[in-house]
């Protein structure tokens, strides 16, 4: 059973619309969570989130950790044809002395002009 | 420049073919790992190190072998590839318990 679950798996929307992704996780002593963008190369990082309600931002892009609700939502306001990629999110699995770190499937988004 | 860097960046090879990918980063992080990234499955972590001469398993070790002997290396070794390791695969480094990876470019290899 999947520990990271991204919806939806993609979505396309047009230019200056606002998008929602979701993020859902299930691991034992949680520590923070985490979201990329990979548009053609390797992911980047955007945000790491450890506490509950506290909004992170940058920009048009915003994140907020829900811990009791175990899952994560990444804002993008009034998007633009380069905000187009793959949004992942990942949590480090911990359990049983693991350091693994354990990526959702992603969302691709696509913003048509 | 801070940097992860890989090679090589393609890599086409036949089954059985013994290959290493290099990885190599100059930020001194502690924690490096390689991924592979396949359409539908995501990105999955293959190995991981914490340090030098600390390795373990990700979700998708079978087939592949690394070794962490200096801090800034960490090549990923096919001791015999099979095409079901057609993948394009990513080097990561961070520093220990931050997860902000830094990843490499990329390298697609592909097993005939």
């Known amino acids: 059973e999947d520990k990271v679950v991204q919806s939806p798996l993609s979505l396309v929307v047009h230019e200056g619309d606002t998008v929602t992704l979701n993020c859902s996780y299930e691991v034992t002593n949680f520590r923070s969570l985490l979201w990329y963008k990979q548009e053609k190369k390797a992911p980047t990082f955007l945000f790491m989130l450890t506490s509950s309600g506290i909004e992170k931002k940058s920009g048009r892009l915003s994140s907020i950790l829900d811990k009791k609700e175990l899952f994560s939502i990444l804002n993008i306001t009034a998007t633009q044809t380069g905000d187009s990629a793959i949004y992942l999110c990942a949590v480090p699995d911990t359990q049983g002395g693991s350091e693994k770190l354990v990526f959702g499937k992603g969302t691709k988004l696509t913003v048509n002009p | 420049e801070a940097q992860v860097t890989q090679n090589p960046r393609y890599l086409i090879t036949v089954t059985g073919k013994k290959l290493t990918v290099t990885c190599s980063q100059n930020m001194n992080h502690e924690y490096m790992s390689w991924y592979r990234q396949d359409p539908g499955l995501g990105l999955r972590q293959i190995y991981y190190s914490m340090n030098v001469e600390v390795t373990d398993k990700g979700d998708v070790p079978e087939g592949y072998k690394v070794s962490r002997k200096e801090k800034r290396n960490f090549p990923l070794i096919l001791e015999s590839p099979s095409p079901n390791q057609t993948s394009l695969y990513f080097c990561?480094?961070?520093?220990?318990?931050?997860?902000?990876?830094?990843f490499g470019p990329g390298t697609r290899l592909t097993v005939t």
């Open positions: 990561a480094s961070s520093r220990v318990n931050s997860y902000e990876q830094y």
